[in-house]
């Protein structure tokens, strides 16, 4: 009987000196439907823009780490993300819609190291919390109304840096791979923009400053993630 408690509580740890090596993988779908009616200026009359886009995006996250402590292991992660938004204009200057090219990001999205703990229910399931914090790197392509109601595209680059706190379920159906689930976390998050980059305008404003912070929870299934890891030495 002691013996299979010494067992037991064995399972429930992931010792000190194991490697991880995992990733994680996520989907989400925006639509945004907007409409305006605009007035002319000097020539009376009004004309119309509405806009449809859609974006599907893609995330991977890879990471390694070492677990320092029973249960506990710092590592580092990068992070990327695959967007492809669809861009669908009908205005009463421009009839014919435009369709915004896919976007592929070049440069990972975040960058930086992690404190991740354990905290097992059993031999197979438990509960991890990741800390994160790093670099960050992001660009988008958007349209502008630009004059008379025409769009124009136009390219916003940022960046700066995160902080987050990710709560999750991990699965264990073997003892060395780990399935692992979360939906969403607390974080704060600062970007810079450099000047836009317009497609038909290759002059930048000669002063420009754009920056957003953001700090808050952001939870539900738009943001799930399922990842998986395997641990070297348990």
């Known amino acids: ?4 408690s010494v067992q037991a509580a064995q399972g429930q740890t992931i010792a000190a000196d194991t490697v991880s090596l995992g990733g994680n993988i996520g989907y989400s779908r925006t639509a945004n439907k907007p409409s305006s009616t605009y007035n002319r200026p000097g020539s009376g009359g009004s004309y119309s823009y ?11 996250a890879l990471s390694g780490g070492y677990f320092v402590a029973d249960n506990l292991a710092l590592g580092l992660s990068v992070a990327y993300t695959a967007g492809s938004p669809v861009y669908k204009n009908t205005s009463s200057s421009s009839p014919p819609p435009i369709n915004l090219p896919d976007l592929w990001p070049k440069a990972p999205t ?7 703990y354990y905290k097992m229910f059993g031999e197979q399931f438990g509960l991890v919390g990741t800390l994160g914090a790093g670099y960050q790197h992001t660009k988008n392509n958007s349209y502008d ?5 025409t769009p124009v595209a136009v390219s916003y680059t940022g960046n700066g840096y995160y902080a987050d706190l990710t709560p999750g379920v991990v699965f264990f159906p073997i003892p060395k791979l780990g399935i692992s689930a979360s939906v969403g976390s607390l974080g704060f998050s600062h970007l810079s923009f450099d000047p836009p980059e317009y497609a ?19 939870f539900g299934f738009s943001q799930l993630q399922f990842g998986g890891t395997y641990y070297f030495g348990r």
Do not use: D, I, K
């Open 145 to 149: 109304n630009g004059v008379g109601g």
């Open 1 to 4: 009987m002691g013996l299979a």
């Open 110 to 116: 975040r960058v930086g190291p992690f404190g991740q």
């Open 200 to 218: 038909n305008n290759p002059t930048r404003p000669s002063s420009y400053e754009n920056t957003v912070s953001t700090f808050g929870a952001n």
């Open 50 to 60: 509405s806009s449809e886009s859609t974006t599907s995006r893609f995330n991977l």
